[in-house]
């Protein structure tokens, strides 16, 4: 009986532990702001964030060091960290103002990691094609491991990875077919 009483509360710590887990961070550029709330435009869709008056401030962008709620502009790009509801609604535990890079717009590739030499690697693409990949300092990544980089394409199209999503495999597409002559012939 004691046991089962144990692994009842186990588990139910080790739920709440996985909620914990969850809480999460939501990065964007602002599309519109309340005194209580943002919506953010991510690559993932529109995410609603509320703040409030625990929300902390902190700023990434050296001539906007001194930043509140007030400074907060459309457009600004932010990372908003907190706790997700069952909605999807963070609540912010923080708001860090990001720099806006006038560079490249960011995307993603997603493939398989063909070979790598010091940080730069080869990524066999959907459409099987060799795409050159700068990848991070801290990238720990093998060849033929399939991959999700997000970045921006640089100078004589280098991607340049910023984060590395490693994946549990995938399957690359041969698109090439068969032409009449590769048949064998009936005699």
Not at 88 to 106: C, D, E, M, R, Y
Not at 152 to 162: D, T, V
Request: proline residues 3%.
């Amino acid at each position: 009986e004691l046991k089962k009483e144990i692994a009842s509360k186990a588990a139910l710590l080790k739920q709440q532990v996985n909620q914990r887990l969850q809480n999460k961070a939501y990065v964007g550029s602002i599309k519109t702001k309340t005194s209580t709330s943002l919506t953010l435009a991510s690559v993932s869709g529109p995410k609603m964030v509320t703040i409030n008056q625990d929300t902390v401030y902190e700023s990434r962008v050296k001539s906007r060091k001194k930043f509140s709620q007030k400074d907060l502009k459309e457009e600004d790009e932010v990372a908003a960290l907190g706790e997700v509801d069952e909605i999807g609604v963070l609540t912010a535990k923080k708001i860090v103002l990001l720099p806006t890079t006038n560079s490249q717009p960011k995307t993603y590739l997603w493939g398989q990691i063909v070979s790598i030499s010091d940080k730069l690697a080869t990524l066999k693409n959907r459409e099987n094609k060799n795409v050159a990949v700068s990848l991070p300092s801290s990238a720990s990544v093998k060849a033929n491991e399939f991959v999700i980089l997000t970045g921006s394409f640089g100078k004589k199209e280098i991607f340049n990875a910023e984060f590395i999503f490693t994946t549990q495999g995938g399957v690359l597409k041969n698109n090439k077919t068969s032409t009449p002559s590769a048949t064998p012939k009936k005699k």
